[in-house]
């Protein structure tokens, strides 16, 4: 999975900003709750059931979600559970089945790949050993949509934002001007 810096920041910005318009328009419903780390699922707070994936084929998600976003350490485990919930809620509650039953034949032909090439289950390889299968995939439309949603959910973690060092956006939710990107943003990151 080689991409640019230049579409990176591109797809990342774009994210935020739709996420972002997401959020406002979800937090100002009378359900929205601030989930936390430590309490229960948000699949279980919003009774949504994940009555599509099997275990394997969940374990082998979570194993996608760790190679497509690899960072190590507490806070980007978090963030990874919060994309596999996030990802399970949006799918489950789909009323389109066709869009679950991709879902489940990608993950089984992770399974598969892996099977075939290593003999084991994808969610025991390691890193290197999952990241070569996943880019047998990458041309699929399954694989995009899967991407963008994690990559949308994870890095719009604040908390994400500070173990990697980006100091925020250039402006809040209200508009207000808080330095732009030129004195502030990605350009403070050391890598």
């Not at 173990?163 to 207000?176: L, Q, V």
């Amino acid at each position: 999975m080689k991409i640019s810096r230049r579409k990176f920041f591109f797809y990342f910005f774009g994210t935020l900003f739709f996420v972002d318009k997401k959020h406002q328009l979800l937090s100002s419903s009378c359900c929205s709750v601030n989930h936390s780390f430590f309490g229960t699922s948000k699949l279980i707070e919003n009774n949504v059931q994940n009555n599509f994936l099997s275990d394997l084929q969940q374990k082998n998600l979570h194993k996608f979600i760790a190679i497509v976003v690899p960072h190590q350490g507490e806070v980007y485990e978090k963030a990874r559970t919060i994309s596999y919930n996030h990802l399970l809620e949006s799918w489950s509650t789909n009323k389109n089945s066709n869009k679950q039953h991709k879902l489940e034949a990608y993950l089984d032909l992770l399974q598969k790949y892996s099977q075939e090439l290593t003999k084991k289950d994808f969610y025991l390889l390691s890193l290197p050993e999952g990241t070569n299968i996943v880019k047998r995939t990458e041309d699929q439309k399954i694989f995009q949509d899967l991407l963008n949603q994690i990559l949308s959910t994870f890095y719009n973690d604040k908390e994400v934002w500070t173990a990697i060092g980006y100091p925020g956006p250039s402006m809040n939710e209200n508009g207000k001007y808080l330095g732009g990107y030129v004195n502030k943003g990605f350009d403070q990151l050391d890598w």
